[in-house]
């Protein structure tokens, strides 16, 4: 329904703009990257993420040559308004994710498959890091409330959960062995109630996502024996 006062077709021309969106398709390291932002600035921590290759249709029409990143203020793009017509492949230089590297711009119709894993992998419970890493919270959830060192002293201190400040320990050490640009995105917090129910669940989800960096060739390998699925 449209609202009172819009121009007939509003909806209907808002809608066409919508699905009119290219989307982004790039490497691997652009795709973990972007997970890795999508964690830190849309608070995702708990989200469950996908990994995603795909296969173009032989008959796509790819517009000649690399182009700067064609996308707006809010990363959208629009095939349209930068493409001949016809065209629905347009690669860029990404210089957000993987930087420097060749991303697509395409149009939905341009797939012809996709491949689909959700990640991170799972990893054993049985692992020794993760049996240490839970057995440090496990004793850091009998602890009392710490204060916040980031306090001034002249003011009274606030205090913070054992559980939140050591999950917030085991991700400063395990970030460390990341590039310096995905450090600081690891932004994964540690809820009381969920640790309760699964307490081997943070420390796993915690590697897991460290891994995918670190050790890709597993992932890959997943997502090498999936099936096409034809779209």
């Known amino acids: 329904?449209?609202?009172m006062g819009s121009r007939p077709g509003a909806v209907e021309r808002w809608a066409a703009r919508q699905k009119s969106k290219a989307l982004h398709v790039g490497t691997y390291e652009a795709a973990i990257e972007n997970m890795f932002r999508r964690i830190d600035d849309?608070?995702?921590s708990a989200d469950q993420f996908f990994l995603h290759r795909v296969r173009l249709r032989?008959?796509?029409?790819?517009?000649?040559g690399v182009h700067p990143e064609p996308t707006d203020f809010v990363g959208n793009a629009y095939l349209a308004e930068v493409?001949?017509?016809g065209v629905n492949v347009l690669r860029y230089v990404n210089v957000h994710e993987d930087a420097s590297r060749i991303s697509l711009a395409l149009d939905i119709n341009a797939i012809d498959a996709v491949q689909s894993i959700p990640i991170p992998l799972h990893i054993a419970r049985d692992e020794a890091w993760i049996i240490d890493a839970t057995k440090r919270l496990n004793h850091a959830n009998l602890r009392p409330p710490e204060p916040m060192a980031s306090r001034p002293q002249r003011f009274r201190p606030r205090t913070i959960p054992a559980l939140i400040s050591e999950g917030r320990q085991l991700v400063t050490e395990v970030g460390a062995e990341l590039p310096v640009n995905l450090r600081d995105r690891l932004d994964l917090e540690i809820?009381?109630?969920?640790?309760t129910s699964d307490p081997h669940a943070f420390a796993a989800r915690l590697l897991g996502i460290v891994?995918?960096?670190l050790d890709p060739e597993p992932v890959l390998a997943v997502?090498?024996?999936q099936?096409?699925?034809?779209v």
């Open 83 to 85: 493409c001949e017509p």
């Open 227 to 230: 099936d096409w699925r034809t």
């Open 1 to 3: 329904m449209e609202s």
């Open 223 to 225: 997502l090498d024996a």
């Open 191 to 195: 809820d009381a109630e969920s640790f």
């Open 58 to 64: 032989q008959d796509c029409m790819i517009e000649p």
């Open 42 to 44: 849309e608070d995702g």
């Open 211 to 213: 891994r995918l960096v």
